[in-house]
């Protein structure tokens, strides 16, 4: 039997904990559209994200390797993809709205630059005299303005809740009634969920990925706090000297995300315990309080913090990795130049907003828009410096 929208609300009101975000609450739109007769708020914006050019264009944009360094390791999509999956597991736990989750993490990087982290510190340096860049702020102005999908609206119209949950605290966000409503009512519990699954799923995969390329040594990794915990877990098989890097690798890999997720989702439950939160204010009064509601244990963030900060000094900081953010860096610095003096290799529908915006926002938009291939095609189309990666 068919079911319609009210049908729809009340089964999800029914499975939906007190404290979760519903979809009779999404907050509305920018843009008065009519609703879906089966498809819920968050439903439409999961999918409006994902038919998306910038979605899209996350395939061919660095994690940590280039997509030139092989064909297996993390790029922006496939991050994104887990953050998701993360996401929806912990909500779906918690009882939380899992589309509400799956949107702002599908939308969580659309803004990311080419090249990384490398990429984004150039833009920074670029655009610091005239508004910066900092890549949630730009998911947002995608997800707001950048996106044409539609003939009667810029953007892709997304649900107040979905943009608050894309804002993240201290992106230097423009005044506005949305930033006022995220300073007031603060983030929803399925926003909070998706930042701790970025970190979580970021240290995990980026733990395996180091170890499969070589750039890690499995003995560094058996100094950490966290060890003793994987190796409780790892198959007695797995243990054997003679094992293939690959197999223990994504072991390693799966195991660690496993234990933070188990960690971070029992923390939880014991915090919205004591504090007996039942409703999405009682998250609104915490958050004003100060009051960590995500975190993990204390042990086990002990041990995450090692972790990271082990990935940050002998993986982020590796000369190899290095070398290639370098080189991304050149890329966007060349790129940005050539556009200042010659406007017109910039795409007729980004110069269209010069008046608007002005040419240094523009250019930011184009480049921060690209994959990592076009950046370097553009380089050899134009004619600039270019060298091999």
Not at 44 to 70: N, P
Not at 123 to 137: P, S, V, Y
Not at 339 to 362: A, C, K, L, Q, W
Request: hydrophobic share 35%; with cysteine.
């Amino acid at each position: 039997m068919k079911k319609g929208r009210n049908e729809l609300l009340n089964d999800e009101e029914k499975i939906l904990a007190p404290y979760a975000v519903g979809s009779r609450n999404f907050g509305g739109r920018a843009y008065e559209e009519p609703e879906h007769p089966y498809r819920l708020p968050f439903q439409r914006d999961k999918d409006r994200i994902i038919h998306s050019h910038a979605f899209k264009r996350l395939e061919y944009k660095t994690q940590v390797f280039v997509y030139s360094e092989g064909d297996h390791f993390r790029n922006r999509l496939t991050h994104t993809l887990e953050v998701a999956g993360i996401s929806k597991t912990i909500s779906k736990v918690l009882g939380l709205n899992e589309d509400l989750s799956e949107s702002i993490a599908l939308a969580h990087d659309l803004g990311h630059s080419p090249f990384g982290h490398a990429g984004q510190e150039a833009l920074a340096e670029l655009m610091k005299d005239i508004g910066g860049f900092e890549h949630n702020k730009q998911s947002l102005r995608v997800v707001q303005k950048l996106e044409r999908r539609y003939p009667n609206f810029p953007g892709l119209n997304l649900c107040e809740e979905t943009l608050l949950g894309i804002m993240k605290h201290g992106g230097g966000y423009e005044s506005s009634n949305l930033l006022e409503v995220r300073r007031t009512l603060g983030p929803s519990l399925e926003a909070m969920i998706v930042d701790a699954s970025d970190e979580i799923t970021y240290s995990a995969h980026d733990l395996e990925d180091g170890l499969e390329s070589g750039l890690l040594q499995l003995e560094e990794v058996k100094g950490l706090m966290i060890w003793k915990r994987i190796d409780e877990s790892l198959p007695s098989s797995e243990k054997n000297s003679k094992t293939e890097m690959l197999s223990i690798s994504r072991s390693i890999g799966r195991i660690s995300l496993n234990l933070m997720v188990s960690d971070l989702i029992e923390s939880i439950h014991k915090i919205l315990t004591e504090y007996s939160v039942n409703s999405r204010e009682s998250i609104s009064k915490l958050y004003q309080k100060k009051i960590k509601i995500v975190q993990f244990s204390e042990e086990f963030q002990k041990e995450f913090n090692e972790l990271k900060q082990f990935l940050f000094q002998n993986l982020y900081r590796h000369s190899e990795v290095s070398r290639m953010s370098e080189r991304g860096k050149e890329t966007i610095y060349l790129l940005f130049k050539h556009f200042e003096t010659h406007p017109e290799s910039i795409p007729e529908s980004y110069r269209n907003r010069e008046e608007e915006d002005g040419r240094m926002r523009v250019i930011c938009d184009y480049i921060a828009g690209m994959t990592d291939r076009y950046a370097i095609e553009k380089l050899k189309r134009e004619g600039i410096l270019w060298f091999p990666y």
